[in-house]
């Protein structure tokens, strides 16, 4: 049952999110031995205002 | 103080969330024994290309 | 698909989170119109030096 | 390695962002003695109907 | 810059998580061009008391 | 009403978890002008096999 939340900077395609779940479903079934039909992921796009590295937005690197 | 936080399918009016939050403090309230007072709840909505179940996206259901 | 955590001071008995958990799970099926078997709900328990309201942490209240 | 996240009602400006992020990760790096360099903040925006207290949405109060 | 939540059932072993990081990391590098330094994950072992679906808690199934 | 939670690796003392939710908590109040009151924050230990950088647990670093 494992319950996946990836927060990433906006931008990516749904071509790119369809083959993130797929990929790191696939990735989670194998590492710990579940069905992937027990794999949930929740993705959330971040605008570059709302993500800080050593206390600097991203939009302002 | 219990901190609720609920990820949902996009598409729900405000009367739903409305009565959403209602609904889950009371349950929360009665079931643990805490004031309504105490518990706050954040809802999130999803695009359908944000959830995935089983590497498929919700969209390409 | 509602994806539901609930962060929850440590203390309570699995009796009141089994009644959290069917009464929550009911709330939201019938607010928000989705079918029982679609929500999928974490609890954590939070000991009282984990949680602070304004500033103060609540092992401190 | 502190990752924070931090929900907060929508309206606030990127300025105000910038400055949050900036003394929220000083505030960290002080206190728990981890380099700046460490901090991850991720700021999500909240309408005033996706956050309730004691079972009343924000844009009901 | 994705940063990655996993909650999963209790029970796993260290090597698991091991390779479930390193996996995990891969797929979403691949997936969304980004490097792997980038990759941020975090682990969350929930006892089965601890997860509901449709209401029923894990360790009542 | 912002809702902080805060991941850091295990090992932090409660003086050191008092002093941090008092500076976080100043922080965002002087920031995003809201009162101290306002501010809830969860705070999470993470033991070092449960954080990964570019696919490496911490442990193993």
């Known amino acids: 049952m494992p319950i ?8 990516r395609t749904v071509e790119q999110k369809r083959e993130l ?9 194998e590492s710990v031995n579940c069905s992937k039909d027990n794999v949930t992921i929740i993705l959330r796009d971040m605008p570059t205002h709302h993500l800080a590295k050593a206390g600097v937005l991203k939009c302002d690197e």
């Open 4 to 11: 996946v939340q990836i927060d990433l900077l906006e931008g």
């Open 21 to 29: 779940v797929t990929k790191v479903t696939e990735a989670i079934s």
